[in-house]
C-alpha cells in the first residue's frame, strides 16, 4: 500500500514518526521522499529472510568482512532536499567493513545505500514496486540485488551491468563482494515443488 | 488483474469448452497452473504501448511473410497452461496457419506481457518461467519506468531503457524496435495519437 503525502519526507523526518498508529505497528519506506508502507511479512516471508539472513551472517563474520543488517533495517540510499529522500529497507542488507570500519552508527538508519541487498518476493509485491526499488538501490550504490522468488524457486541477480536469473539447480556466488561464499538455491528453496509447471518444450 | 474462479485444477479442455460458453464470449480468460483467471481490461496507457508494439511487428512480419502476430486477448497453449500475452508473434514454421477457432494450440515464440499496476512480482516471474519452459522469449516491459526485460530461454536476461533496441537476431534477423518509439513522450502524447 502506497500512502501519498502532498509533502516530500526527509529521511530524519521518517526516523521520527510514530511507530504505532491507532496501534497497528507501521513500518515505512522513503522512495523520494514518498512514504511506503510495508506490511508485516507473512509466515513464509519471515522464516526465509531469516534463513538467508543467518547463511549470510554466518560467512560475513567468519570473514570479517563487514555488517548484515536484518529486514526492516532502514539503508538511507539517498539524501535529496529537493525531491526528497529515499530510505530502503533490504530484507537482507550486507555492507562492506571498509565503508565503516568502527562499525555502524550507534543512532540513525545506515547511512548510504548497502553494498549487497536481498529482497524476498511476497504474495502482494507488485512487479512495479520490487522493478522501481532494485534501480533505486543500483541508482544509488548497490553493487548487487538478490531478489528471490519463493513462488518459483528463482532468484534475479542484479548488478549494475548486467542481470542474471539462477534457479533451482543453479549456485548463488557472491562475485566480488563476498569472494568464497556460496549458497546453492536447492538449499534455500523449500525441497518439494509443489505441482511445479516442469514439463520441456 | 486475475481472479480465480474455481478450486479444482482444470484440464485444457474442460478450460476450452469453459472459455467457448456464449456467456464467456466477451472475457479473456487464462489458464493458470490448471487454475481459470480472468484478464480484466488494462489500463489504457498500457494497452497503447502495446499497440505501438504490435505495430513494429506486424509490419516486419507481413512484409516478409514471417508468421502471425496477436494483440490482447489470444490465448496460446503453454504446456497445461493457457496464457492470453499482450502482444505475442509465432513463425509460419510452427504454426503453418492460424486457426480460425480456438486456441492456439502451441507456445509463442516471442511473448510480450507489459506490466499494470496490480499485477504481483510473483504472478509475473511465474508465468516468466512457464514461458521459459516451452523455449518462448518474453519481453516483459515496465511502462512506469520504461523499462523492457528480455527473458531468453538458456536464462540470458537483457535490461532494455528508452535509449535502446529490441534486436531478436535468431527468431527475426534484420528486425529492431526502438524503445523510444514504444514509450511516447507525454507532452507530444497528442502529437503521436493524431
Known amino acids: 500500500m502506497t500512502l501519498t503525502l502532498e509533502k516530500r519526507l526527509s529521511a530524519d523526518e521518517l526516523a521520527r514518526l510514530p511507530d504505532l498508529v491507532d496501534d497497528m505497528p507501521r513500518v515505512y519506506e522513503l522512495s523520494e521522499g514518498k512514504l511506503i508502507e510495508m506490511a508485516p511479512a507473512s509466515a513464509m516471508h519471515g522464516r526465509f529472510a531469516a534463513k538467508l539472513t543467518m547463511k549470510l551472517l554466518i560467512f560475513v563474520e567468519n570473514n570479517d568482512l563487514g555488517e548484515v543488517t536484518a529486514a526492516e533495517t532502514g539503508h538511507t540510499l539517498h539524501r535529496d532536499p529537493i525531491n526528497g529522500d529515499t530510505v530502503r529497507a533490504p530484507d537482507v542488507g550486507f555492507i562492506r567493513r571498509q565503508r565503516f570500519p568502527k562499525g555502524l552508527p550507534e543512532t540513525g538508519y545506515v547511512p548510504g545505500a548497502p553494498d549487497l541487498a536481498i529482497e524476498v518476493m511476497s504474495p502482494y509485491d507488485t512487479a512495479n514496486d520490487i522493478e522501481r526499488k532494485v534501480a533505486e538501490y543500483l541508482r544509488f550504490g548497490t553493487r548487487i540485488v538478490w531478489v528471490f522468488y519463493p513462488q518459483t524457486r528463482s532468484v534475479m541477480i542484479h548488478t549494475p551491468t548486467r542481470i542474471v536469473r539462477f534457479t533451482q539447480a543453479d549456485t548463488l556466488d557472491g562475485g566480488d563482494l563476498l569472494p568464497g561464499f556460496s549458497m546453492a538455491l536447492t538449499d534455500i528453496f523449500p525441497v518439494e515443488p509443489d505441482a511445479d509447471d516442469s514439463a520441456s518444450a | ?194
Request: proline share 7%; charged share 20%.
Open chain 2, 1 to 194: 488483474m486475475t481472479t480465480a474462479m474455481i478450486q479444482a485444477k482444470m484440464s485444457v479442455d474442460d478450460f476450452e469448452a469453459l472459455a467457448n460458453l456464449p456467456e464467456n464470449n466477451a472475457r479473456t480468460l487464462q489458464l493458470i497452473d490448471g487454475e481459470v483467471v480472468e484478464k480484466m481490461p488494462s489500463n489504457g496507457w498500457s494497452s497503447m504501448l502495446a499497440a505501438f508494439i504490435s505495430e513494429a511487428f506486424v509490419n516486419f512480419v507481413r512484409s516478409g511473410k514471417l508468421g502471425y502476430v496477436t494483440g490482447e486477448g489470444a490465448g496460446y497453449r503453454v504446456g497445461k497452461d493457457i496464457f492470453a500475452p499482450d502482444v505475442a508473434y509465432i513463425s509460419r514454421a510452427r504454426l503453418p496457419r492460424m486457426p480460425r477457432k480456438g486456441f492456439i494450440p502451441l507456445a509463442p515464440d516471442l511473448a510480450f506481457e507489459v506490466i499494470s499496476p496490480s499485477d504481483t512480482a510473483q504472478e509475473v516471474a511465474e508465468k516468466v518461467q512457464v514461458y521459459l519452459a516451452h523455449g518462448v522469449i518474453v519481453c516483459v516491459v515496465y511502462p512506469e519506468s520504461e523499462t523492457m526485460y528480455v527473458y531468453e530461454p538458456d536464462n540470458r536476461l537483457t535490461l532494455l531503457t528508452r535509449a535502446d533496441s529490441l534486436t531478436l537476431p535468431d527468431l527475426l534477423p534484420g528486425f529492431s524496435m526502438a524503445l523510444a518509439d514504444i514509450f511516447p513522450v507525454d507532452d507530444a502524447d497528442q502529437e503521436i495519437l493524431s
